[in-house]
């Protein structure tokens, strides 16, 4: 059983801005937000079949709060009581349901038999949710004496990605008990959207290492961030996070899944790094080689990823890069990531025939339908990513895209990390003033323009000569073909060809690199309609279901434009944070 609290007058700690009437809480844990089970709502309605807005809002900043403080919850139930009406309205990911249990009191003068039995009935009902364990009701396990710790068995079929998971104490430091075991308290505080993709990111120690534990809900038809990991590893793509394990949770829990990774600790972000190895040397000769390794490290991630394993990362920023303290580069969160359906695929050679088997072999683990999932990923280009470090074709609403879409939001990150380890900051720079996105595009353009003064229109007011070179010659191999400049001309024409120069790039790649960049440029840079008819994108789909359903409400601040939906790094967040600069 679980305790029943009431908190009419006064706020349960971290349970948002409303006071919940009454709560069930797990037995023998705190009364705060991390341990409630099932919150309960009462409302005078005269009209008891009906939920109004206001209700629903206030009930939707409830499940809010709870998916926020327990990260392993898989729907968040309420109990709602208006009038003499008792129903139970449950929040996923993406929509509510509403289960009427009947009505607990009678409001009639003459009571019939049938009138006691419904109430009975619902009863009946209410003892039953109230008495399930959590693995069995709003939870991927049991949490009842806590989460502090969860242990993952992946399937014992190679053929399967399901996995199972289980929730333990924290055992006694020292005990070899611990190894397998993953702990909750390292958890990296990051933005929870109310609806849609989720994902709760820890650090701590599996099996004596130092690792990363991500628990994510992505859209069953979008591609799960384990099946991208399989692929890169299967086409050996150097600056790849090493996974320890993974495996599905939720194979389709209402449209959503629930995937687990357990990855090596890579480090820290760019600026980080650099700020620390550098202290009080920075600018200096082993600084400049510091970011010179970076930049090679990332483009020979992000070309042998297109050309190997036909993957774009699509979400290129700051905190996807990470830098270990020997200057390792790794680049993470493949969770946007897009498999390219090259026209080739019709092929009949050998290569063909492994590449079609590795798809087919992937979707049959993770359990998706792959001419759905990448007919999605392509419709979702022109939103994919984080709109500070987007590339000037994809502000500008480009349907396809290509690896040099991703070398140009390298470029981006390198320039805003430059710019923040300036020791004088006026006013937001032009090139970062995030506003909509084609205005940004256009913005850009005129500013990478200007040779001799770009830099300054992004921040940077002082750069040795050898970072200057270094970003003039990464400004020329994306904008400048023929001795045109020709960024103002991607926001017309997004598929223009450019980076055919990749003798531009020579002094920062590693030779392999270069040897891909110089067989394959032309067609690995230049992005291409895709042979496969693109679906319209639309909300994600609606589960048949007895009970009534509809969407959540969304409660966020609107773009400037609202036909656009930003898929990556909040972008709000990242514009508040850069208004403090």
């Given at each position: 059983m679980y305790d029943l609290a009431d908190y009419q007058t006064k706020e349960i700690p971290g349970g948002g801005k409303h006071k919940m009437d009454l709560v069930f809480f797990y037995p023998d844990q705190l009364e705060d937000i991390d341990n409630?089970?099932?919150?309960?709502?009462?409302?005078?309605?005269?009209?008891?079949?009906?939920?109004?807005?206001?209700?629903?809002?206030?009930i939707a900043d409830y499940q809010y709060s709870v998916w926020k403080a327990q990260r392993t919850r898989a729907f968040v139930p309420v109990l709602l009581l208006h009038g003499t009406q008792l129903d139970l309205v449950a929040f996923t990911r993406d929509h509510w349901y509403r289960v009427e249990l009947g009505p607990v009191c009678y409001d009639k003068q003459v009571v019939r038999k049938q009138d006691i039995d419904k109430v009975r009935l619902t009863m009946a009902r209410l003892y039953y949710l109230i008495t399930r364990p959590s693995e069995s009701f709003g939870h991927i396990c049991n949490v009842s004496l806590g989460q502090e710790c969860l242990r993952f068995a992946p399937s014992p079929d190679e053929n399967s990605a399901l996995a199972t998971v289980e929730s333990h104490v924290m055992p006694a430091i020292g005990s070899s008990a611990s190894d397998d075991l993953f702990s909750l308290t390292g958890y990296i505080a990051r933005f929870i959207h109310p609806r849609g993709r989720l994902a709760h990111v820890f650090r701590s120690k599996y099996k004596g290492m130092d690792a990363i534990l991500k628990l994510s809900?992505?859209?069953v038809d979008r591609m799960p961030e384990g099946a991208v990991?399989?692929?890169?590893?299967?086409?050996?793509?150097?600056?790849?996070?090493?996974?320890?394990?993974?495996?599905?949770?939720?194979?389709?829990?209402f449209g959503y899944r629930l995937e687990y990774l357990i990855l090596e600790d890579c480090g820290s972000s760019i600026e980080d790094h650099l700020v620390s190895k550098h202290k009080g040397a920075l600018w200096s000769d082993a600084f400049v080689e510091s970011v010179k390794s970076i930049v090679q490290q990332t483009l020979r991630c992000l070309v042998q990823a297109r050309v190997k394993g036909d993957i774009l990362h699509r979400d290129i920023s700051p905190g996807n890069i990470r830098v270990a303290r020997d200057g390792t580069v790794k680049i993470i969160d493949w969770g946007y990531a897009k498999v390219i359906d090259d026209e080739d695929m019709d092929g009949?050679?050998?290569?063909?025939?492994?590449?079609?088997?590795?798809?087919?072999?992937?979707?049959?683990?993770?359990?998706?339908?792959?001419?759905?999932?990448?007919?999605?990923e392509e419709a979702h280009d022109p939103l994919t990513g984080t709109q500070l470090y987007m590339s000037i074709p994809v502000l500008a609403g480009a349907t396809v895209?290509?690896?040099?879409?991703?070398?140009?939001?390298?470029?981006?990150?390198?320039?805003?990390?430059?710019?923040?380890?300036q020791t004088t900051r006026d006013k937001v720079a032009y090139g970062f003033d995030a506003r909509d996105n084609k205005t940004l595009a256009m913005v850009r353009a005129g500013c990478l323009s200007l040779e001799r003064h770009f830099l300054r229109f992004f921040g940077i007011s002082s750069c040795s000569d050898q970072l200057?070179?270094?970003?003039?010659?990464?400004?020329?191999f994306l904008f400048v073909s023929s001795d045109v400049c020709i960024a103002s001309g991607l926001i017309v024409e997004p598929e223009t060809s450019r980076g055919t120069a990749v003798n531009l790039l020579e002094p920062y790649v590693d030779r392999e690199t270069f040897e891909l960049l110089s067989d394959k440029g032309k067609d690995m840079l230049t992005p291409k309609e895709s042979a496969r008819q693109m679906p319209s994108i639309r909300p994600p789909r609606q589960i048949s279901s007895d009970s009534s359903s509809t969407s959540l409400p969304r409660k966020r601040r609107e773009p400037a434009e609202p036909t656009e939906e930003y898929e990556g790094d909040d972008p709000f967040a990242l514009d508040a944070k850069r208004s403090k600069l």
């Amino acid at each position: 059983m679980y305790d029943l609290a009431d908190y009419q007058t006064k706020e349960i700690p971290g349970g948002g801005k409303h006071k919940m009437d009454l709560v069930f809480f797990y037995p023998d844990q705190l009364e705060d937000i991390d341990n409630v089970h099932i919150i309960v709502e009462g409302k005078l309605n005269k009209v008891p079949r009906t939920i109004d807005e206001d209700t629903l809002g206030q009930i939707a900043d409830y499940q809010y709060s709870v998916w926020k403080a327990q990260r392993t919850r898989a729907f968040v139930p309420v109990l709602l009581l208006h009038g003499t009406q008792l129903d139970l309205v449950a929040f996923t990911r993406d929509h509510w349901y509403r289960v009427e249990l009947g009505p607990v009191c009678y409001d009639k003068q003459v009571v019939r038999k049938q009138d006691i039995d419904k109430v009975r009935l619902t009863m009946a009902r209410l003892y039953y949710l109230i008495t399930r364990p959590s693995e069995s009701f709003g939870h991927i396990c049991n949490v009842s004496l806590g989460q502090e710790c969860l242990r993952f068995a992946p399937s014992p079929d190679e053929n399967s990605a399901l996995a199972t998971v289980e929730s333990h104490v924290m055992p006694a430091i020292g005990s070899s008990a611990s190894d397998d075991l993953f702990s909750l308290t390292g958890y990296i505080a990051r933005f929870i959207h109310p609806r849609g993709r989720l994902a709760h990111v820890f650090r701590s120690k599996y099996k004596g290492m130092d690792a990363i534990l991500k628990l994510s809900w992505t859209p069953v038809d979008r591609m799960p961030e384990g099946a991208v990991y399989e692929i890169l590893e299967q086409a050996d793509v150097k600056g790849v996070p090493k996974l320890h394990a993974h495996g599905l949770l939720k194979g389709d829990f209402f449209g959503y899944r629930l995937e687990y990774l357990i990855l090596e600790d890579c480090g820290s972000s760019i600026e980080d790094h650099l700020v620390s190895k550098h202290k009080g040397a920075l600018w200096s000769d082993a600084f400049v080689e510091s970011v010179k390794s970076i930049v090679q490290q990332t483009l020979r991630c992000l070309v042998q990823a297109r050309v190997k394993g036909d993957i774009l990362h699509r979400d290129i920023s700051p905190g996807n890069i990470r830098v270990a303290r020997d200057g390792t580069v790794k680049i993470i969160d493949w969770g946007y990531a897009k498999v390219i359906d090259d026209e080739d695929m019709d092929g009949d050679d050998e290569a063909t025939r492994g590449r079609k088997a590795l798809l087919a072999t992937t979707a049959k683990r993770w359990r998706y339908d792959s001419n759905e999932v990448l007919g999605n990923e392509e419709a979702h280009d022109p939103l994919t990513g984080t709109q500070l470090y987007m590339s000037i074709p994809v502000l500008a609403g480009a349907t396809v895209r290509g690896v040099s879409d991703d070398m140009e939001s390298l470029f981006y990150v390198i320039l805003d990390v430059l710019a923040r380890l300036q020791t004088t900051r006026d006013k937001v720079a032009y090139g970062f003033d995030a506003r909509d996105n084609k205005t940004l595009a256009m913005v850009r353009a005129g500013c990478l323009s200007l040779e001799r003064h770009f830099l300054r229109f992004f921040g940077i007011s002082s750069c040795s000569d050898q970072l200057r070179e270094l970003l003039g010659r990464f400004r020329k191999f994306l904008f400048v073909s023929s001795d045109v400049c020709i960024a103002s001309g991607l926001i017309v024409e997004p598929e223009t060809s450019r980076g055919t120069a990749v003798n531009l790039l020579e002094p920062y790649v590693d030779r392999e690199t270069f040897e891909l960049l110089s067989d394959k440029g032309k067609d690995m840079l230049t992005p291409k309609e895709s042979a496969r008819q693109m679906p319209s994108i639309r909300p994600p789909r609606q589960i048949s279901s007895d009970s009534s359903s509809t969407s959540l409400p969304r409660k966020r601040r609107e773009p400037a434009e609202p036909t656009e939906e930003y898929e990556g790094d909040d972008p709000f967040a990242l514009d508040a944070k850069r208004s403090k600069l």
